[in-house]
């Protein structure tokens, strides 16, 4: 019975994540109630993009500070199908999050070989080529005016108003995140988290380490392809804003202040983000980012471990502490992710 | 099976390997002895492909993989076991052990596994990071084995085991060596090293300087202590 409690030390009781999915869902079917329908559509745009960031980030160990590429290159090639092709804008957004993981194939294909500091830099490196392409290639982009007047077409259904609209985007939504928890539940998602801890560990036990990070890169990118192609249709416009580098580091500051590798917190990261820049904009304060900077510092030097993190740390039952049969090795102290890991 | 020629491996400006040569034969067990910073680790982590040699060349039967990435290495038959060991905390024994990926053909399956090592079948469930650090050294043994490794890579095993452990390491490594498996081990416990191997290398300054036998390494055992600074 003690060894069933130890078997897996990270996970929550079944009540607590059956109540936890019907929390989220419940949480998700009010949201446009409680708040002006468009800002809880942008909640549920940016919050898949930082799951599918804290897929890298945290279960791969991969900080990219380049994923406005992806949400932003999705959100031309969505709203350049919508305009021009009339088709439904899942299609549209279908195809966005498409380019934006053919997009990553070559990008990823060279940052891999490299880790840390490099990896974020030939990123960052790529996007800013990818922003430079969106300004300039103005007869296709629009440049600095970007896309105007994207349509939110779907056969039969009337999706002007921003409320019916948010019910027509959370399936997207929920279809992306329950697709980045099974990536990371899969076997496929154990050797990422091992590539992570050791990577010389993973090569020498027979795993293509680098092909395994370029697939978790390319599905990070494909579903932060289909967050920004939702928020595109959403606002009915593309602009360079979305392939702008603050996007890549908005990104960043949302998942670190849910909590790196928690998968869940980054939803919870990036509606506080985006609540706060609403109520700070609605109120007339100009300085979002001075705000929005200082929570994040206090939430860092604070809790580490983000809000999601710290949250379910604090509300974990403790399993009663087992006999131990054997003197026991230390614990890997490599369960926890942080930023600064390689 | 494995024919290591003039090897060299460079830490930036550093030379940690300078030309090293050795050959380790099937079934054979052999070991490579030397000072601390003398370029054993580097050297198998060279063999499997974890750090990119200078210069030489690295034959594994019959094959040359110098330029091959670890991980076809490790489907090739290599086996490493690093002197952390490598076992992951949160994961069961089984989950340790299921974990790389299967060479075709000379793989154990999970019940031989778990005849040759009883310690392991015992704790099936256990997360690896309860284990003794001799339960490790088993476990990591064990996955190389179930992933058919047919040459070991062993990075000290018995460093910081009690001497029980220490015997049952070494029955281990006599075991695979019955099944034909050839071992290359690094170990500062010379009485351990001539009671499990055929042949000794030592190693000094990245070079291998002199081949042994058992009867070299039992008559001048004070001389090499001496040398090792043990």
């Excluded at chain 1, 399936?171 to 992306?176: D, K, R």
Aim: hydrophobic share 50%.
């Amino acid at each position: 019975m003690i060894l069933g409690l130890m078997r897996r030390l990270g996970d929550r009781p079944a009540w607590m994540r059956w109540g936890l999915l019907a929390v989220g869902l419940a949480v998700a079917a009010i949201l446009p109630w409680v708040l002006y329908p468009p800002v809880a559509t942008d909640i549920l745009c940016w919050g898949l993009f930082a799951v599918a960031f804290d897929l890298l980030l945290g279960h791969a160990g991969l900080l990219s500070f380049g994923h406005a590429a992806f949400w932003g290159g999705s959100a031309y090639v969505t709203g350049l199908i919508a305009l021009h092709s009339g088709l439904p804008f899942y299609v549209a957004v279908l195809g966005g999050a498409v380019a934006a993981a053919v997009l990553a194939l070559p990008i990823g294909y060279l940052a891999v070989r490299r880790s840390g500091i490099y990896f974020a830099m030939i990123t960052l490196a790529f996007a800013q080529m990818v922003y430079f392409v969106a300004n300039q290639w103005s007869a296709v982009t629009g440049g600095e005016n970007g896309l105007q007047g994207i349509p939110r077409n779907l056969p039969g259904v009337d999706l002007s108003d921003a409320f019916t609209f948010y019910y027509a985007a959370l399936p997207v939504v929920l279809l992306g995140l329950a697709a980045a928890r099974r990536i990371v539940r899969s076997p496929f998602g154990r050797v990422t988290a091992a590539i992570r801890d050791n990577t010389d560990r993973v090569r020498a036990l027979g795993y293509p380490a680098d092909r395994y990070k370029l697939t978790v890169f390319t599905a990070s990118a494909f579903l932060s392809g289909l967050a920004g192609g939702l928020f595109a249709v959403n606002h009915g416009f593309a602009s360079l804003q979305e392939v702008d580098w603050t996007t890549s580091g908005k990104v960043v500051v949302m998942t670190v202040l849910g909590g790196i590798g928690t998968l869940w917190g980054s939803l919870v990261g990036a509606a506080a983000i985006v609540r706060l820049e609403d109520w700070l904009s609605t109120a007339g304060f100009e300085q979002t980012d001075l705000v929005t900077g200082g929570v994040f510092i206090v939430v860092v030097l604070l809790f580490r471990q983000g809000l999601w993190g710290t949250a379910t740390r604090l509300l974990r039952p403790r399993p009663p502490a087992p006999p131990t049969p054997d003197p026991a090795e230390p614990a890997d102290p490599d369960r926890t992710p942080h930023l600064t890991k390689r | 099976m494995l024919e290591v020629e003039g090897v060299s491996a460079r830490y930036g400006e550093a030379t940690a390997l300078d030309g090293a040569s050795l050959t380790v034969g099937e079934g054979e067990v052999v070991t490579l002895v030397g000072r601390n910073g003398a370029g054993k680790t580097t050297l198998l982590r060279c063999l499997m492909g974890l750090h990119r040699p200078a210069a030489g060349r690295i034959v594994l039967a019959g094959r040359d993989i110098t330029g091959l990435a670890a991980h076809r290495r490790a489907r090739l038959g290599l086996g490493y076991v690093p002197d952390d060991r490598g076992i992951y905390a949160g994961l069961s024994v089984e989950e340790n052990l299921t974990l790389p990926p299967v060479a075709a053909g000379s793989a154990w399956p999970l019940a031989r596994v778990y005849e040759a090592f009883p310690v392991l079948a015992a704790r099936r469930r256990f997360p690896g990071g309860r284990l003794s650090g001799g339960e490790q050294q088993m476990l990591a043994l064990a996955r190389v084995l179930r992933a058919g490794a047919r040459v070991l890579l062993c990075d000290e095993p018995t460093e910081g085991l009690a001497p029980v452990a220490v015997r049952q390491i070494g029955e281990i490594l006599r075991g695979a060596k019955e099944h034909g498996v050839s071992v290359l081990l690094v170990e500062q416990n010379l009485r351990f090293a001539t009671t499990v191997a055929d042949r000794h290398y030592l190693l000094a300054q990245g070079r291998v300087v002199e081949a042994l036998d058992n009867r070299d390494v039992k008559q001048r055992e004070d001389e090499l202590l001496a040398h090792l600074g043990l």
